[in-house]
């Protein structure tokens, strides 16, 4: 059926309609049936026999350590009755997991498309995720923090020896600790010059 279009000057074809198509379909039905066959064999036969990939990967969540409650006694006892992950430790972890930050930086450093790349998302995931748990739930600046208090409390300590061997040898201060470390250093020491001079070296 084509419609002259009086301005332009030529037919213009017009859309089939459902019964145009289906009386096709129905002169062709062989070629129709075995082109629909051949489809759905083929998707049948790569759902069953089609390359599949999987892999796994497993997180232990642990409590880092007991939280020691702040007190201005000396030793104050540690709380160890809260030492299980609760639920919303677990699903606070599961969160970390999903996040959009997360995910993303996966698929960015993956490249995700090729199945073979699916042990390096997971090791991506999991860098990501062990990452971003860090920053959670450890404060800014801690391990800073620590190292710092560490060189500090060596260096005082380095001191305070230092302060004490001179007080003593200025008061001619006798210690039973300090003669037993004396005796030990100095027997030591010998043992080690006669080694020398019996093993040859």
Not at 158 to 164: A, C, G, R
Request: proline share 3%.
């Amino acid at each position: 059926m084509t419609d002259e279009d009086p301005i332009r000057g030529y037919a213009q074809q017009s859309i089939p309609t459902v019964r145009e198509l289906a009386m096709v379909l129905f002169r062709q039905r062989r070629v129709f049936v075995c082109a629909a066959g051949l489809v759905f064999r083929s998707a049948v036969l790569y759902a069953v026999t089609g390359t599949t990939y999987q892999a796994s990967m497993k997180i232990l969540v642990r409590r880092g350590r007991a939280d020691a409650p702040v007190s201005s006694g000396e030793n104050a006892p540690l709380d160890l009755t809260h030492l299980a992950v609760t639920e919303e430790e677990l699903n606070s972890e599961v969160e970390l997991l999903r996040d959009n930050d997360v995910l993303r930086r996966v698929v960015e450093e993956t490249g995700i498309g090729d199945p073979q790349k699916a042990a390096r998302v997971l090791r991506a995931l999991e860098n990501a995720y062990l990452e971003k748990h860090l920053n959670v739930h450890r404060p800014n600046g801690e391990l800073r923090f620590f190292t710092q208090q560490t060189a500090e409390s060596k260096r005082q300590l380095d001191e305070t020896k230092e302060q004490l061997l001179r007080f003593t040898t200025q008061h001619q201060v006798v210690s039973a600790g300090l003669l037993r470390d004396q005796a030990r250093w100095i027997t030591q020491t010998s043992s080690r010059k006669s080694c020398i001079g019996s093993c040859g070296v």
